[in-house]
């Protein structure tokens, strides 16, 4: 610990490549932290420089301690912010048409290939989430309304929206976005 301190305060006073050392001593498991919540290895990757260059301009901010536990806790606050932007972002899938007016193509096309993705995701769960997901979200029904179509408890309903959801954010995942 104190070898952090004597490290931070060098580096603050203008020897900043000392934090070079840092990123060295601590990017096995700053990596590993990132990977035990966003379970992706580039993205766990991604998540980790972030970290370390956040760490690097908060470096003021720290107020001695545990700066292993201070360095973890912006990699876990990183991974978390990260996962659940992904996890939205895969759910405004549903939402989106895939064509917006005044839109650059590329933004075009990468929303076809989401929807595309979604498609194939949906095509693989079991049809009991699927058929609840689709008419959530594509036919726009509510959970009472599915429901009585389907002639299930509403709470059967909400459960297996939520599952849905789950098994779709997890794919999605796991198909490396």
């Not at 806790?73 to 895969?90: E, G, Q, T």
């Not at 009991?128 to 997901?133: D, F, N, R």
């Not at 408890?153 to 297996?160: I, Q």
Request: charged share 30%; with cysteine; hydrophobic share 35%.
């Amino acid at each position: 610990m104190e070898h952090d301190e004597s490290l931070i305060r060098q580096i603050l006073l203008g020897r900043r490549d000392l934090f070079e050392q840092i990123v060295w001593e601590y990017q096995n498991l700053v990596f590993t932290v990132c990977l035990n919540i966003v379970k992706n290895t580039h993205d766990a990757e991604n998540m980790a420089q972030e970290t370390f260059l956040t760490a690097y301009r908060s470096l003021r901010d720290f107020r001695g301690g545990n700066f292993k536990s201070w360095l973890c806790r912006i990699a876990a606050n990183k991974s978390i912010d990260y996962k659940r932007k992904h996890a939205l972002l895969v759910l405004e899938t549903f939402e989106q048409p895939i064509e917006q007016a005044g839109e650059p193509l590329e933004e075009t096309v990468e929303r076809k290939d989401r929807k595309v993705r979604l498609e194939q995701i949906l095509s693989e769960l079991p049809g009991k989430y699927a058929s609840v997901i689709k008419a959530f979200y594509y036919s726009q029904l509510t959970v009472k309304e599915i429901s009585r179509r389907m002639q299930l408890p509403e709470r059967t309903v909400e459960t297996r929206l939520y599952r849905a959801k789950k098994l779709i954010r997890e794919r999605w995942g796991e198909d490396g976005a």
